[in-house]
C-alpha cells in the first residue's frame, strides 16, 4: 500500500499494525525503521531515520558499474516510490 499515489485508508494502516503487532494505542517512540523493498525483479533493504531525515538504501543496485556509496537519484528514488514509503511510513507508527 506504501506504493500507490493515494495515502492509505486508517483501516489498512491498522490492519498493518496488527499484521506487525505494533501498539493498536499510543505513541511509538521515533525510531529507525528496516524496511525490504521489491522493485521489479529485485529485493533490497531501506533504513529510514526520521530522527535525523535520512534514508539510507542497501542493495538497491547490482552491476558492479553502480554498486557503491552515492546520493539517490531523485528519478531512481521516484521510480521504486522511496519517495512515498517516506511519506507513509510516520502515518504507520503515527509519527507527528
Same mark, same amino acid.
Given at each position: 500500500?506504501?506504493? #500507490?499515489?493515494?495515502? +492509505? *485508508?486508517? *483501516?489498512?494502516?491498522? %490492519?498493518?499494525?496488527?499484521?506487525?503487532?505494533? +501498539?493498536?494505542? =499510543?505513541?511509538?517512540?521515533?525510531?529507525?525503521?528496516?524496511?525490504?523493498? $521489491? $522493485?521489479?525483479? %529485485?529485493?533490497?533493504?531501506?533504513?529510514?531515520?526520521?530522527?535525523?531525515?535520512?534514508?539510507?538504501?542497501? =542493495?538497491?543496485?547490482?552491476?558492479?558499474?553502480?554498486? =557503491?556509496?552515492?546520493?539517490? /537519484?531523485?528519478? /531512481? !528514488?521516484?521510480? !521504486?516510490? =522511496?519517495? #512515498? #514509503? !517516506?511519506?507513509? #511510513?510516520?502515518?504507520?507508527?503515527?509519527?507527528?
Amino acid at each position: 500500500m506504501f506504493q #500507490l499515489e493515494n495515502d +492509505p *485508508e486508517e *483501516e489498512e494502516l491498522e %490492519h498493518m499494525r496488527g499484521q506487525l503487532c505494533l +501498539p493498536t494505542d =499510543g505513541v511509538i517512540e521515533i525510531q529507525p525503521v528496516v524496511v525490504l523493498v $521489491h $522493485h521489479i525483479d %529485485h529485493y533490497f533493504v531501506v533504513v529510514a531515520d526520521h530522527t535525523e531525515n535520512a534514508m539510507y538504501v542497501f =542493495g538497491r543496485h547490482v552491476r558492479e558499474h553502480l554498486a =557503491g556509496v552515492y546520493l539517490q /537519484d531523485e528519478d /531512481d !528514488w521516484r521510480s !521504486w516510490k =522511496g519517495d #512515498l #514509503l !517516506w511519506v507513509c #511510513l510516520p502515518k504507520l507508527f503515527r509519527w507527528a
